[in-house]
């Protein structure tokens, strides 16, 4: 029998919380506004999407090392601050006491206009600083692909972000002058034990491991799996859906490994998009820029590939080049395990291979043999922080004589689930790899594909980019196409 | 020493930290909602149409008000007052609709309830019947359906069109579409209306027009403006946004504080914020322009169709900028100019940065860009060939001479400074080798007209108190959404006085200190507010001297004040000891400063007038690189300079330029707003609504003032406005954009790229002018 605890225990700022009565649908952002008082971090968007609502999250990893990351309170519900530190923008410096130089640095490069922002700006920049205090150009801008301000145009921020480490080092902070002490605190809150609250709608449910969640999703095959919350938030901050019991996955131990099995890349459902960086990329160099360009940062420290999958959203950018790398994906209902191709998963709009009581514990993917090409372009209105209007994943292997032997293409946003490209892989095999040689395998796109127009795109662009992404792939492999790069100083 | 040098120097004209600064980062300055709420405090939430066009055929709400938690429901029957907040006094705008929905997201009524959450949620449970009506979402629907107006067109005739149109070689015509924008201040709609003892009501709002929302929640409620206070800290970002569309939101939680006795707060969410309030007007410009062979403009005819929604709020104003602005910085001989505001039923568009005169001078961009395509020069060089001159061929089309002009001197320094010639020479090289990417670059120049087109606006005051230890408290009519309008005046007050800018107490907007005050708006913050807290410090300086002089015993003109101290005769004293001399010699330390801008007239019926105190210039160069297989772009390089003539401070000056431009070019580029069949708006949120991020910055982005310039006009401290010209030079980055479509077609072509220039449009355009090229 699992020990059970009914209580929620993390540390706020300096101060050691425990909670025995909160709905399960309780946000961070609300709990820091209403609750404690703490109106620093401000709501802009509800969604995860603005940032004003930025706050640093500690967590102890597999190892016991205390790493800070960034998060949108808006959408983090309080089952997911288990055993944590979150800091927020009042912990920064005293009331009447010397800024911290994040701050300073903000109000000397004048980063703030009407400020509602810019909490949650130095937030990101708090973090960004302590993990890399000279950060390069690039470096800002991708920890500030979560937030947005409508007054400055960034240049100004973007200024102080470069310019803080001048006013001030992270060896100095507060945070990692008490990182024993608070590690130590948060050991002590971390007692393996499952950990479950309210009753009914209400109830909250933090399974141990693996095994307890087999077991508690069985017995509650009605309850909402919650692994980032980064899609899942919406469902009560913007579509108000009692949605609970909620099972809270994101910190169990067993799904939050990513490693190499053999030939292929092995990841936990609860492994976010943070943590799977480097070995996702070491892997697949190719995915490298896809990456940095899923949603912004502090949803990429929450967001996980099993719940991008689980969920079975037809515009998720890693299904596309999952399924063209021929990903695997296993499935666990009460200790049983099945596997089946990715591709297979994803039924209908809306519908996936998956029954009651069974969630997805890992994805396997197989390494790239060498020799094969393969590449994955996202296409968006907005370059970063933005859904993809359509996401493609092509990989063929050339046989001898320059022709075609194997293809696979993938797409999402081009059709109700995520989806392989049939006709045209079809059209490409056998083929020589010329422009003349793919010509057929461009023509075949509209059979595999007939998209929609929305708000991100209409259908004819969705058709007409995703046949020249073809033509770029070919023009890339063949050395004869750039790239477009951002060249910030 | 170091200390006598900080006193002395006047902080005009020197880069100050905005007046916020250190609390916003410290997330300890206070928002709306984040003010401690007065106990009891209820929540108000607005029930959403959800169709565009429709009658109600019936509206339950018993589960509403069944629903626990909630306090009261609130009906167009509930209103006290008037069920009105048109802001023209068009009586064309309900707070609550009962029998015809206009739009969607158009508010039927307000749950009044103990937490925000219950509110929101109980407004799910109504029950309403719709019989649907045909509906028009876009302006060109509109007009093709009859072109139903929401308000009076303007036109502007100036010469002999016909004459034009003889004389001109060659004449194109074309259709320009470009979107609209959604404001997307960071914070959303939000009041707080408190009670107070009789009929008075307190309202805590953010708002860039304090006297509207008093006037507003006086005709709702039935009393008098004067029993109506509105005070307003700051806002988390205005941008027109919060000039109009606030007043429902407090005229909501006014009416629920009145008929619940207890304070009531309203914010909606952010889908709903997007979903209920106007964003910038789009526009449909069709023009015919005639010119010469050398592309020197003879004659302009334009007709600029507006989306103006569900009412007229602001849209006459705005539309009639737009034509203010359709020559922009060139001499047209002739031309003819009218403006459509067209009903349609979505969001009731209003005032957003610019204010009409972004559409107005990107139309007339567009045709100078297809008269160089036409012509096969460069943009810049047609440009070039139009400016207004300075003496002659200077007359606008609204007939107010131009009297500042320095777009010739504008363009020749960034021309210069952005090494314009030589890096388009090698684009054109990079384009002719590069298969896939594309390179374009452009220079824009922008005049704007400073001043509101209603005259009556052009006026404001400000309240200064000096206490008896020297420090000083300000109050005027204008309101702080980030622009840095606050550390400005202060800036102004504390040189009046020659005292730090730290003895200076910045506060809140308040009707009950500065009356009937103008929005803060048309970049005019600084100018009309700025001026009347100067006329105000001078009052009470002038006694202060005539005070000193008393006891130094000499004439007034020999009192000396400067920065150490004042000195009359043998008397020394500091500020503040003779703000203390003049308690005990009982002369009144307070003012009413007022200001009423000069020299302008306007009559709407004639077109003729001089609306504008003087125009502010700017120009800006944009160097892109597209994708000619996906049409995705980055924006390599931009180069800003604007004449905001003698700073203020440059520091928030270029804050402003920053920004604007970068609203401007999110604006062309990438914020699209998108309506589905049903007529329902679906992008209302920043998940499908995509402003600028950091990374959307041009990777070189090079911004400057024009030092060299002094506003001829002697406006505060001869600076001149900065708010909203420099947004128009975010369209550089479209015609970047066009060069680089253009290029796939030997530049032969005019690209003609619609607004928002999408991926999706720059693709679509690229393969278009493929065709076209090929046949």
Redesign the interface.
């Known amino acids: 029998m699992t020990e059970i605890r009914t209580t929620l225990r993390f540390i706020l700022n300096g101060q050691d919380i425990v909670l025995s009565d909160v709905p399960a649908t309780r946000t961070l952002l609300d709990y820091l506004?209403l609750d404690c008082g703490l109106?620093?971090?401000?709501?802009?968007?509800?969604?995860g999407?603005?940032g004003?609502c930025t706050v640093l999250v500690g967590k102890l990893d597999a190892t016991g090392l205390l790493a800070y990351e960034t998060v949108t309170a808006c959408i983090t519900f309080m089952g997911q601050l288990d055993s944590a530190h979150v800091v927020?923008?009042?912990h920064?410096?005293p009331?009447e006491g010397p800024?911290h130089p994040?701050?300073?640095a903000?109000?000397?490069y004048?980063?703030?206009?009407?400020?509602?922002?810019?909490?949650g700006i130095?937030m990101s920049l708090y973090a960004l600083w302590m993990r890399n205090p000279q950060p390069s150009g690039k470096a800002?801008?991708?920890s500030?692909?979560g937030?947005?301000?409508?007054?400055?145009?960034?240049?100004?921020?973007?200024n102080a972000a470069r310019a803080i480490s001048t006013y001030g080092r992270p060896e100095t902070d507060t945070l990692v002058t008490e990182r024993d002490s608070i590690t130590a605190r948060l050991k002590a809150l971390k007692d393996g034990a499952r950990v479950e609250l309210g009753s009914g709608k209400a109830r909250i449910i933090l399974p141990a491991s693996v095994d307890d969640l087999a077991t508690v999703y069985l017995e509650n095959p009605g309850a909402t799996i919650v692994s980032g919350a980064t899609d899942v938030g919406l469902w009560v901050?913007?579509f108000?859906r009692d949605i609970g019991p909620l099972i809270f996955i994101g910190d169990i131990a067993g799904l939050r490994d990513i490693g190499r099995e053999g030939d292929r890349l092995v990841i936990g459902a609860g492994v976010t998009y943070t943590r799977a960086r480097a070995e996702m990329v070491a892997a697949f160099p190719q995915l490298a820029e896809l990456w940095d360009r899923i949603a912004g940062e502090q949803i990429r420290n929450r967001g996980t590939i099993g719940a991008n999958i689980a969920n079975g959203s037809p515009i998720g950018d890693t299904p596309p080049p999952l399924i063209a790398l021929g990903a695997d994906v296993t499935l666990n209902r009460g200790g049983v395990r099945r596997t089946l191709p990715l591709e297979d998963f994803f039924i209908a709009y809306g519908k996936q291979d998956r029954q009651a009581g069974e969630f997805v514990e890992s994805v396997s993917v197989p390494l790239l043999p060498e020799g094969e090409h393969f590449a994955c372009?996202k296409?968006?209105?907005?370059?970063?922080?933005?859904?993809s209007?359509a996401c493609g994943a092509f990989r063929v292997k050339l046989d001898g004589d320059g022709k075609v032997a194997s293809a696979r293409v993938a797409f999402g946003g081009m059709a109700a689930t995520p989806k392989r490209a049939k006709a045209v892989e079809a059209a490409l095999v056998g083929q020589p790899w010329t422009e003349a040689g793919i010509a057929a395998a461009v023509a075949a796109f509209p059979t595999d594909y007939q998209p929609l127009t929305?708000?991100?795109?209409?259908a004819?662009?969705r058709l007409?980019?995703a046949q020249?992404?073809l033509?770029?792939f070919f023009?890339e492999t063949t050395g004869?196409?750039?790239r477009?790069?951002?060249?910030?100083? | 020493m170091n200390k006598q040098v900080a006193i002395t120097a006047s902080p005009l004209h020197q880069?100050q930290?905005?007046d916020?600064?250190?609390?916003?980062?410290?997330?300890?300055?206070?928002?709306i909602?984040?003010l401690v709420e007065p106990t009891g405090t209820l929540h108000a939430y607005l029930g959403l149409a959800t169709r565009a066009h429709a009658e109600i055929v019936s509206m339950d709400l018993s589960a509403v008000r069944a629903a626990p938690g909630v306090v009261a429901v609130l009906t167009a029957d509930d209103v006290i007052g008037e069920n009105d907040i048109s802001s023209n006094h068009l009586h064309d705008e309900p707070i609550f609709s009962d029998k015809h929905v206009q739009f969607w997201g158009q508010p039927l009524f307000a749950v009044v309830a103990d937490t925000r959450d219950i509110a929101?949620?109980a407004t799910?449970l109504a029950k309403v019947e719709y019989k649907d009506l045909p509906h028009l979402t876009s302006a060109e629907a509109a007009a093709e359906a009859g072109g139903r107006l929401v308000t009076t067109p303007l036109k502007l005739s100036r010469g002999d069109l016909a004459e034009g149109f003889s004389k001109s070689e060659r004449v194109v015509k074309g259709r320009m579409k470009l979107g609209g924008q959604e404001?997307?201040?960071?914070?959303?709609q939000v009041a707080l209306a408190i009670p107070g003892e009789d009929e008075e009501m307190l309202l805590q709002c953010s708002t860039q027009h304090p006297t509207e929302i008093q006037v507003m929640v006086a005709q709702v409620l039935g009393i008098p403006h004067a029993s109506v206070t509105v005070n307003m800290r700051?806002?988390?970002?205005?941008?027109g946004g919060k000039e109009t569309q606030g007043n429902l939101f407090a005229v909501v939680a006014a009416l629920a504080a009145k008929l619940t006795g207890r304070a009531v707060k309203i914010r909606p969410?952010?889908?709903d914020d997007m979903s209920i309030t106007g964003k910038r007007h789009d526009f449909v410009v069709d023009y015919e322009v005639g010119y010469t062979n050398e592309g020197k403009i003879q004659a302009v005819k334009a007709r600029f169709a507006a989306r103006c929604g569900w009412s007229a709020d602001l849209s006459g104003p705005v539309t009639d900028r737009a034509l203010f602005h359709c020559d922009n910085a060139y001499w047209y001989p002739a031309v003819e100019a009218v403006s459509v505001p067209l009903y349609t039923n979505t969001q009731s568009n209003t005032a957003f940065r610019g204010f009409g005169g972004p559409q107005g001078i990107i139309g007339a961009e567009r045709w100078i860009e297809d008269i160089a395509y036409d012509l096969g020069v460069d943009p810049l060089e047609i440009r070039k060939r139009n400016f207004y001159g300075t003496d002659t061929e200077n007359i606008t089309p609204y007939h107010q001479p131009v009297e500042d002009n320095v777009i010739r001197e504008v363009i020749a320094d960034l021309e210069k400074s952005s090494d314009y010639q030589a890096r388009r020479e090698n684009i054109l090289a990079y384009n002719a080798k590069?298969?896939?990417?594309k390179k374009g670059i452009a220079m824009v120049p922008v005049k704007f007209g400073i001043s509101f087109t209603a005259t009556w606006h052009n006026q404001a005051g400000a309240l200064i108190h000096v206490y008896r230890d020297g420090s000083v408290h300000l109050s005027h009519g204008g309101t702080e959404?980030?622009?840095?309008l606050h550390v400005k005046v202060a800036q102004v007050v504390a040189d009046a006085f020659a005292i730090p800018l730290s003895a200076v107490k910045i506060t809140a907007s308040n009707t009950g200190k500065v009356p009937n005050t103008s929005a803060t708006a048309a970049s005019s913050g600084t100018d009309l507010n700025g001026a009347a807290a100067l006329n105000g410090a001078e009052q009470v300086k002038a006694r202060m001297i005539a005070q000193a002089a008393k006891l130094g015993n000499v004439a007034p003109e020999l009192v000396r004040w400067d920065y150490s101290g004042i000195t009359a005769g043998e008397k020394f004293l500091t500020f503040a000891q003779l703000a203390h001399a003049c308690w005990m010699g009982r002369v009144q330390l307070s003012a009413a400063g007022f200001y009423a801008t000069p020299k302008i007239h306007w009559d709407r019926s004639t077109g003729r007038g001089h609306p504008f105190y003087y125009f502010a210039y700017g120009a800006a160069a944009a160097e892109v690189?597209?994708?000619t297989?996906?049409?995705?772009?980055?924006v390599?390089r931009v180069d800003v300079l604007e004449d905001v003539g003698r700073s203020l401070n440059p520091?928030?000056d270029?804050?402003q330029v920053?920004?604007?431009?970068?609203?401007g070019m999110g604006w062309l580029t990438?914020e699209?707003l998108?309506w589905?069949q049903k007529g329902e708006l679906?992008?209302h949120?920043?998940?499908?609504y995509?402003?600028?991020?950091?990374?959307?910055?041009p990777?070189?982005?090079n911004?400057r003032l024009a030092e060299w310039s002094i506003n001829k006009e002697p406006a505060i401290g001869r600076s001149k406005a900065v708010g909203e010209p420099p947004l128009v030079l975010g369209y550089s980055v479209v015609e970047a954009l066009s060069m680089a479509v253009a290029s796939v077609a030997d530049y032969t072509i005019a690209p003609r790229l619609e607004m928002p220039a999408?991926?999706?449009r720059v693709?679509?355009a690229v393969?278009r002018l493929r065709k076209e090229a090929a046949h």
């Open positions: 506004r109106k620093g971090s401000k709501e802009g968007c509800a969604e999407d603005c004003a927020t923008i009042e920064l410096s009331p800024l994040v701050q300073q903000m109000v000397d004048h980063g703030s206009q009407c400020g509602f922002c810019t909490p130095v800002v801008e991708t500030l692909q937030n947005l301000c409508r007054c400055t145009g960034y240049k100004s921020i973007f901050t913007k108000m372009y296409l968006s209105k907005r370059r970063d922080e933005d859904i209007s929305d708000m991100r795109a209409s004819e662009y007409t980019a020249n992404l033509k770029r023009l004869r196409a750039e477009l790069v951002r060249e910030v100083a | 880069s930290p905005h916020s600064a250190v609390k916003q980062v410290a997330g300890r300055a206070e928002y909602d984040d929101r949620r799910k404001h997307f201040y960071l914070e959303s700051r806002m988390g970002g205005g941008f969410d952010r889908d590069s298969r896939v990417l959404m980030g622009q840095g690189t597209i994708d297989l996906t049409g995705e772009y980055v390599d520091a928030i270029i804050g920053e920004g604007g431009f970068i609203q990438t699209e998108w589905d679906r992008t949120a920043p998940s499908t995509k402003i600028p991020l950091a990374s959307d910055m990777a070189e982005f911004v999408t991926p999706e693709l679509l393969e």
